[in-house]
């Protein structure tokens, strides 16, 4: 793609960098073929290049900002485009810099600032969040739809953890959402680790991955929680510290993609980067760390008969290049996995996507449980606790992390 970006941007990195993301796209449009929105509208401007020459010409100076805007809010960010592209096109690095653009071009309107300033207080705070939910809770029949649709619910008693005790260790990520809606599911993961000779480790310190702020435009907030993650969990990585850990663990696929991007965002940090290209290079989807462990091992085979459709979430199969090995492992430890028609494209729920488009979102929500349900499965499984509650919302059967289900069958000690 031919660019005339302004000397002045192309002056800066992060104009270069948006100049050779452009240039590498060839136009094929094999993109749209598989992009959820483009499915869903039909417009060239809902579809990954019809986005790619709107963030072009809002560079170059020549774009619509309200228009821009308007198609670039309606990407999920899904990432499946990259997978698709024959030219490696980094699309998702080009919209980060496109929405930021967009942003200091094009004033919002006051309702959509204010409730993205308050999802900004809001959800990456475990303890404002808590509140929050409870009081939106008591409130639910008074609240739009959309946000009725979008508390979680009550969060289950969970049992105690499991005492470290082994000499292999991993940091386990507790996350801002799920730490408050599915505590469960981190508790499900000590207990299988536990059993495989692993100690998982909570960080008291730590809080939100910065993904939140990231995707609503707000990089500088995004990169202060990257720098407060990294000095919360910089004294595990020491080398000569008991409590030394091998990995940094996430049981939601959105917050490990972003963590292995921290290399990215705080490249040019000249405090960070080089502990951000260390954190990236030791964190792990749970996944990544099962599959290569004895997990059948410690599975009742008698308990694990059970037809499961699994949800591959976008941030694990696109953005974090996993697919198939949450089934592999399922299928190590004999669960029945169900066909899954269309099971590259995204669910809707995309961060805070379906509260700003719950058209599309609900639209997206329901052809992925018709899919999903078409087995007759017993019970649905993600990866990913934001995929994990939009599914929960209208699913006719529970939806739950694949993590549990394996918690659900440990062999009886």
């Not at 939140?212 to 993650?229: G, I, T």
């Not at 963590?259 to 490249?267: C, S």
Request: net charge neutral; glycine share 6%; aromatic share 6%.
């Amino acid at each position: 793609m031919q660019t005339r970006l302004p000397v002045e941007l192309l002056s800066t990195e992060q104009g270069r960098e948006a100049n050779t993301i452009l240039r590498r796209c060839v136009h094929c449009g094999f993109c749209n073929a598989t992009c959820p929105t483009y499915q869903l509208q039909n417009d060239e401007l809902d579809g990954p290049r019809g986005r790619i020459y709107l963030i072009k010409q809002l560079l170059e100076g020549s774009a619509d900002g309200d228009v821009a805007r308007e198609h670039l809010d309606r990407c999920l960010t899904c990432r499946n485009c990259e997978t698709t592209c024959p030219s490696g096109v980094e699309y998702n690095r080009l919209l980060d810099i496109g929405r930021e653009h967009v942003e200091n071009l094009v004033r919002r309107p006051l309702s959509e600032r204010l409730l993205r300033w308050l999802l900004l207080q809001l959800v990456p705070f475990p303890k404002r969040f808590a509140v929050g939910a409870r009081m939106a809770r008591s409130v639910r029949g008074l609240l739009p739809k959309v946000l009725r649709k979008a508390i979680p619910p009550r969060a289950v008693a969970v049992e105690q953890w499991p005492a470290v005790r082994h000499a292999r260790r991993v940091l386990l990520l507790d996350g801002c959402v799920q730490s408050v809606a599915a505590p469960e599911i981190n508790l499900a993961t000590a207990r299988v680790l536990d059993r495989l000779g692993i100690s998982a480790i909570q960080i008291p310190d730590g809080g939100c991955c910065g993904a939140l702020n990231q995707h609503l435009s707000s990089a500088e907030s995004a990169a202060a929680f990257m720098r407060r993650n990294i000095d919360a969990w910089w004294p595990y990585l020491d080398g000569y510290s008991q409590n030394r850990v091998e990995a940094i663990v996430s049981t939601a696929s959105a917050c490990g993609l972003q963590v292995k991007d921290y290399a990215h965002y705080l490249r040019f940090d000249k405090d960070y980067a080089e502990k951000a290209v260390k954190i990236s290079g030791l964190v792990k989807d749970v996944s990544e760390l099962l599959v290569a462990e004895p997990v059948a091992s410690v599975i009742s085979v008698a308990g694990s008969q059970a037809r499961i459709a699994f949800h591959a979430p976008c941030t694990l199969q696109h953005g974090q290049r996993l697919s198939g090995v949450v089934e592999s492992i399922l299928s190590r430890c004999e669960f029945e996995l169900v066909a899954v028609k269309d099971s590259h494209l995204c669910c809707g729920a995309a961060g805070t996507y379906s509260i700003f488009q719950p058209v599309l979102a609900g639209q997206l929500q329901s052809n992925k449980l018709a899919a999903l349900q078409a087995g007759s499965p017993a019970v649905i499984a993600s990866a990913n606790i934001g995929c994990l509650l939009h599914l929960q919302q209208d699913a006719d059967v529970p939806v739950k992390h694949w993590i549990e289900l394996l918690a659900d069958c440990l062999v009886p000690q």
